[in-house]
């Protein structure tokens, strides 16, 4: 087995400005020895560390589908005193950095076949709700999954991620896009509102319907809020907490939740587990 410590070799292969105030990319990664690449197997949902030789290394959400073989994607957001942020933005393409993983337990996609998924993400979080989406729509899967509703959720119109893919997918007839902003938006055509509250106007049918929320706090508990009340029961409510990731392998103990580590028994937890995990989540 590969020493969970030692990361792999990556070349960033391209970098994407995602939004104008060009504090969000993604960036696509290739693994320099093929073996490896082939070794990196992952499921929609999980995470990899992500290092930079002599700065440190941070855990990400994997942004790219499990079924694109060659390469990885990360979307990050910049932070002005975030140290590994600001040298992973200064990286040219073409350099070198290391990556771990993968880790954590992703969302149960061979479970959720058969069954009507809801997306729901808000800000930068929508990273790991991306995979999901491109797994579903990939034409080899596609058949094997029911409706397909995406509500994205973002402070402001600039923060709005992935808006190419949106387009796209918005074209489609297989899958229900919804975007919405806090508040209202010179030029802004979609929804206004906090996601919690969009929610609730989608008035959603939890028949056969299986929820995917990833994003801050306050929304993942506002939005199992009104999911409750349109029926969806806690054990299809799978929310994703991958803002408490730490190192990764459960060994430095900053993540956990009761006697959970969110790097190992996680980041994807149903409503269902987290009401056993008592109030300190």
């Given at each position: 087995m590969r020493n969970p410590y030692v990361p792999a070799n990556a070349i960033l292969s391209r970098k994407h400005i995602e939004?104008?105030?060009?504090?969000?990319?993604?960036?696509?990664?290739i693994f320099e020895d093929k073996k490896q690449a082939e070794n990196f197997d992952f499921i929609c949902g999980q995470f990899a560390m992500v290092s930079i030789d002599g700065?440190?290394?941070?855990?990400?959400?994997?942004?790219?589908?499990?079924?694109?073989?060659?390469?990885?994607?990360?979307?990050?957001k910049r932070y002005s005193k975030g140290i590994l942020t600001n040298a992973l933005y200064s990286l040219s393409e073409g350099e070198k950095l290391g990556i771990?993983?993968?880790?954590?337990?992703?969302?149960?996609?061979?479970?959720?076949?058969?069954?009507?998924?809801?997306?729901?993400?808000?800000?930068?979080?929508?990273?790991?709700?991306?995979?999901?989406?491109?797994?579903?729509?990939h034409q080899a899967n596609?058949?094997?999954?029911?409706?397909?509703?995406?509500?994205?959720?973002?402070?402001?119109?600039?923060?709005?991620?992935?808006?190419?893919?949106?387009?796209?997918?918005?074209?489609?007839?297989?899958?229900?896009?919804?975007?919405?902003?806090?508040?209202?938006?010179?030029g802004w055509d979609g929804q206004v509102g906090f996601a919690a509250e969009v929610l609730e106007k989608m008035t959603p049918d939890a028949k056969n319907?299986?929820?995917?929320?990833?994003g801050p706090q306050i929304m993942i508990k506002t939005c199992i809020n009104v999911l409750g009340k349109l029926n969806?029961?806690?054990?299809?409510?799978?929310?994703?907490?991958?803002?408490?990731?730490?190192?990764g392998i459960g060994k430095c103990g900053r993540c956990n939740i009761g006697n959970k580590y969110i790097c190992k028994d996680g980041p994807v937890f149903t409503y269902e587990q987290l009401l056993k995990l008592g109030a300190e989540y």
């Open positions: 939004n104008t105030a060009k504090d969000l990319q993604t960036f696509e990664f700065v440190g290394e941070a855990p990400f959400g994997i942004a790219s589908s499990p079924l694109e073989k060659d390469f990885i994607q990360f979307t990050v771990r993983g993968p880790f954590g337990n992703g969302y149960p996609m061979k479970e959720l076949e058969g069954k009507n998924i809801l997306i729901v993400g808000g800000g930068f979080a929508l990273t790991t709700l991306r995979s999901v989406v491109k797994f579903v729509l596609r058949a094997k999954y029911g409706k397909l509703t995406m509500l994205a959720a973002a402070r402001e119109p600039c923060e709005m991620l992935y808006r190419e893919d949106m387009a796209e997918w918005s074209k489609r007839n297989d899958i229900e896009v919804v975007q919405a902003i806090d508040k209202p938006a010179e319907t299986y929820t995917l929320i990833c969806f029961t806690p054990d299809k409510i799978i929310n994703s907490l991958e803002m408490k990731m730490k190192c």
